[in-house]
């Protein structure tokens, strides 16, 4: 989808070799347009950083160091990074261009997926930010923007242009700028601006929930507001936005999502291991295609805050309490602000009247350190203006009206929250424990304690079956009575019964062992009087239970020995007749040889000889006979001796002298065969000397 509109990047050509064509996308940071490589002759997507960003070296050196880190991720559901360079005052990316759209545009269009179509998304989603994780960077930015669906179905993460790597997200201390999106940012990055795999992983949570529901799972009036969310409350199950939605998608939600980031999957691989085990294994065929035939997008409450698609930075910079630069506004409701005399301390909602958030365009106001945090230009004070401000904003003159309506809200909603959980103090039931416990016994805890509870089974190799392996929420934690905890019950280890191979073909054998979740390993042949390709036994045995992944041997039949007939001196026909009955292929080679014992058009050779032992299915190559070769004798008579032994043996022949009268002359009286007739090559030539 191209835009267009005036653009000087449009038709330039970067660095002698990416010709512009249009423009695609525009973000706060870059933009991004559709371009040929003249040198490779392919189109490429060009992402050009805006002016104001490359005029800052630091922030220049962080785009080249994410790029180099970015092309590094070689994998088939990751964007390709081709290229970075500098045309004057441009500074550039050239990336894969993915023909097709955005999960954002599909859900704009559908509404809704399927579960099974959103594991079509989540898995290559996972399995590429698994191999940013397996690499040590966190991408930091998961969103339905940066997930880019191919015209062909394919599936690609884009924008790794906030990765950075995993120890340095781990260590970045708060007080500085978190790089995110609001939708998807999880509690520990917005309460210590802490990024790791475990975060990556709570935004794909956010991610399969806008999927299944159409929307996103907090709604507010403001950022702050979802960010309050984020770090206050869990992630409702979509089964709450969509009824009917199979109870194992909440339980993936929740597993991502879960606030405390110890108690989500480690990494993209083992929450993509956990989603496949339970589209294999927890879903019928029914359940993964609910919805299909409705795709009702959910209204969104009223008044909700939309967040851009852009990412916004939480800020805590040092705040000294003082009277604002200019004069105070009215605010929006002086009776409101009149009746309402309550303290703006925000603590008990686990912010600070010293945060601001700001969505700040990276307008060339803020560099950036080391960590791909922002900093003010130079890292000193005295880069923004004698007033506060920075250099061409303007300068605030203090909390604007939706502010200090959105603070009293917030402080009343606090307030009246404590008074109600004061008022409604027996009312809350503390989840008992019940880890190791057998279902039943747990269920009745549960019961006694005014809870309700759901069950889901899963494999365990520690937990012994029936016995509980975990709940959610955890034991101890305060929850109203009437809640549901979900008892994550064991169905024992994860075992497989080795399959009935025997009298198989080997590819037989290898679907069924790897239909059982198997591994085919080593293939052995030994003679047997089964037919040759014929499973002969598997090792371990038919039956044996044995866990996922294991590895299969095989023993295949090649038959029984049978030794080689004759072959030389018959037809090729002949020979095939007699090799038929034991399964011997008859390979016939092209190149006939002269035979002084052979007739031609009969056997001649053959490898293997006669006599070795072959097993069905070899092979035996023979040559066919030419005849005898047959040269030239040469006339020998009257000359001496040694010149016609020289002569007939330059010829090919042997010799053989016969002395008649040892005081002749010694000259060759007679010869035989005679001269100038035609005998084999190699064969015998008497010579009679007087």
Do not use: C
């Amino acid at each position: 989808m191209d835009m267009t509109n005036d653009d000087p990047i449009v038709g330039r050509v970067l660095d002698g070799r990416y010709r512009v064509r249009a423009r695609i996308a525009a973000g706060g940071m870059a933009t991004v347009y559709r371009a040929e490589d003249m040198r490779l002759d392919r189109t490429v997507a060009v992402k050009v950083m805006h002016p104001a960003m490359a005029a800052d070296a630091s922030f220049t050196d962080r785009f080249i160091r994410e790029a180099k880190a970015a092309a590094r991720l070689a994998h088939p559901n990751v964007v390709g990074v081709f290229d970075q360079g500098h045309d004057g005052d441009v500074v550039f990316l050239a990336m894969e261009y993915v023909e097709g759209r955005t999960l954002r545009e599909l859900l704009q269009d559908l509404g809704t997926l399927t579960p099974r179509e959103a594991f079509g998304v989540l898995e290559p989603t996972l399995a590429a930010l698994g191999a940013a994780h397996r690499a040590g960077f966190v991408h930091r930015d998961v969103k339905p923007e940066n997930v880019l669906i191919s015209d062909d179905g394919g599936i690609k993460v884009a924008d790794f242009g906030l990765a950075r790597a995993t120890a340095t997200a781990a260590s970045a201390a708060t007080g500085k700028v978190l790089v995110g999106t609001v939708a998807y940012l999880a509690p520990e990055q917005i309460e210590r601006g802490a990024a790791s795999p475990t975060s990556d992983v709570y935004a794909a949570g956010i991610l399969l929930y806008e999927m299944l529901t159409g929307r996103q799972p907090y709604q507010g009036r403001s950022a702050v507001e979802i960010i309050y969310k984020h770090v206050h409350e869990d992630v409702p199950p979509p089964s709450i936005a969509v009824p009917g939605l199979p109870p194992a998608l909440d339980g993936l939600v929740a597993a991502a999502t879960d606030r405390d980031p110890r108690h989500r999957p480690a990494d993209a691989d083992e929450f993509l291991a956990l989603v496949r085990r339970t589209r294999q294994h927890a879903m019928t065929e029914t359940e993964l295609d609910f919805g299909a035939a409705e795709r009702v997008l959910p209204p969104p409450p009223p008044n909700t805050y939309a967040p851009e698609p852009e990412p916004v930075a939480l800020h805590q910079p040092a705040y000294t309490p003082g009277p604002p630069a200019g004069p105070e506004p009215e605010p929006a409701d002086a009776n409101l602000t009149r009746q309402v005399e309550i303290p703006l301390d925000l603590g008990p909602l686990g912010l600070s009247t010293e945060s601001i958030l700001d969505e700040h365009p990276y307008g060339g106001h803020h560099g950036y350190d080391d960590d791909g945090y922002a900093t003010p230009p130079d890292g000193t004070p005295d880069a923004y203006d004698a007033k506060g401000g920075a250099p061409g904003r303007r300068r605030r003159r203090g909390p604007g009206r939706g502010v200090i309506a959105l603070l009293v809200v917030l402080a009343v909603a606090a307030t009246i929250g404590v008074v109600a959980w004061k008022l409604g103090a027996g009312q809350s039931a503390k989840v008992p424990a019940v880890v190791n416990e057998q279902a039943a016994d747990a269920q009745r805890k549960l019961k006694n304690s005014g809870l309700k509870f759901r069950v889901e089974e899963e494999f365990s190799e520690t937990v012994a079956s029936g016995a509980v392996i975990a709940t959610d929420p955890q034991a101890g934690r305060s929850v109203d009575k009437g809640s549901t905890v979900l008892l994550r019950v064991s169905r024992g280890p994860e075992r497989y019964a080795v399959p009935q191979v025997d009298g198989q073909t080997v590819d037989q054998a290898r679907q069924a062992v790897t239909d059982a979740k198997l591994v085919v390993g080593k293939i052995v042949q030994q003679d047997d009087a089964r037919p040759p390709g014929q499973v002969v036994s598997a090792s371990p045995g038919f039956g044996t239970l044995v866990s996922p992944g294991t590895t299969v041997d095989l023993t295949v039949s090649r038959g029984l020995p049978v030794a080689l007939p004759v072959l030389t001196g018959r037809t090729e026909q002949e020979a095939r007749d007699a090799l038929t009955p034991s399964g011997i292929q008859l390979v016939v080679d092209p190149n006939q040889v002269f035979s002084n014992d052979v007739p031609a058009g009969r056997i001649a050779s053959q490898t293997p000889p006669q006599g070795s032992p072959v097993y069905p299915g070899a092979t035996v190559t023979v040559q066919i006979s030419k005849g005898q070769d047959m040269v030239l004798v040469p006339k020998v008579d009257g000359m001496s001796e040694d010149e016609a032994k020289a002569a007939l043996t330059a010829a090919g022949f042997q010799v053989e002298s016969n002395t008649v009268f040892p005081l002749g002359p010694k000259k060759v009286t007679s010869m035989s065969p005679g001269g100038n007739n035609m005998a084999p090559r190699g064969s015998k030539v008497t010579i009679n000397i007087f």
